[in-house]
């Protein structure tokens, strides 16, 4: 499989807790981008990196929230001291370089449940 | 803010028959936009997309139409089936930008 993919499928953690999720692009892909869905809602932007360089940040990206992608392969998604109110479904996607081609590919999500 | 803007926000129709999802946008500066497929516990899925500079793009039963003028953009999806039945969501962005500016999403589905 060739697709995006992302780590665990599910987390449920206790308040307080912190969790980390991982995504893994399509390989020739240099944008990687993390949304946030929650239930009857479309996906909100929360950061982008192109290649390691994390060019952009949602306001909705609280200092709780770190976000890392080194050597520009992988990303990894932190949540530090869950609160309730971050129970969604975390989406990862990727894209090739914007002069190329804007279709953005998503992950089937890591679904969060802060208990 | 809410940048685009989708209606319904639910819609039942009938096997065979036109299942039609409209968007409206803010931002003149978005200039590509797509629609996705969502299905439960799944990520979003790239069904169609199209830019301004046409004002209608067709993939197999699947159409989007276009009114730069008016800022809207519709999704029509024909010869609805079963299998159809799915959440789906507009969304806009720049060809040069880093963000899909999503809907709030349609959940269609489709009577046998």
């Known amino acids: 499989d060739t697709g995006v993919s992302q780590n665990p499928r599910h987390k449920i953690t206790k308040r307080g807790q912190n969790v980390t999720f991982r995504c893994d692009p399509i390989s020739e892909h240099n944008r990687l981008y993390w949304y946030r869905q929650t239930l009857g809602q479309g996906p909100e932007f929360l950061t982008y990196?192109?290649?390691?360089?994390?060019?952009?940040k949602s306001r909705l990206l609280s200092d709780r929230f770190s976000a890392e992608r080194p050597k520009g392969s992988f990303s990894t998604l932190e949540i530090q001291r869950t609160e309730q109110g971050d129970s969604a479904m975390y989406l990862c996607a990727s894209s090739r370089p914007a002069a190329v081609n804007t279709e953005a590919f998503f992950g089937q999500g890591t679904r969060l449940t802060v208990v | 803010q809410q940048q685009v803007k989708q209606s319904p926000q639910s819609l039942i129709v009938q096997k065979g028959g036109i299942s039609i999802i409209n968007c409206a946008y803010e931002?003149?500066?978005?200039?590509?936009f797509p629609w996705y497929q969502q299905f439960p516990g799944k990520g979003p899925a790239l069904l169609i997309a199209i830019r301004p500079d046409v004002s209608e793009k067709k993939e197999g039963r699947f159409t989007i139409s276009f009114n730069k003028s008016a800022k809207q953009f519709s999704l029509h999806i024909m010869d609805s089936q079963p299998g159809d039945s799915a959440t789906y969501f507009c969304?806009?962005?720049?060809?040069?930008?880093?963000?899909?500016?999503f809907g709030e999403g349609t959940q269609l589905t489709v009577n046998p």
């Open positions: 931002n003149t500066a978005f200039d590509y």
């Open positions: 990196f192109q290649n390691e360089a994390q060019l952009e």
């Open positions: 969304a806009a962005s720049k060809t040069s930008g880093s963000r899909l500016t």
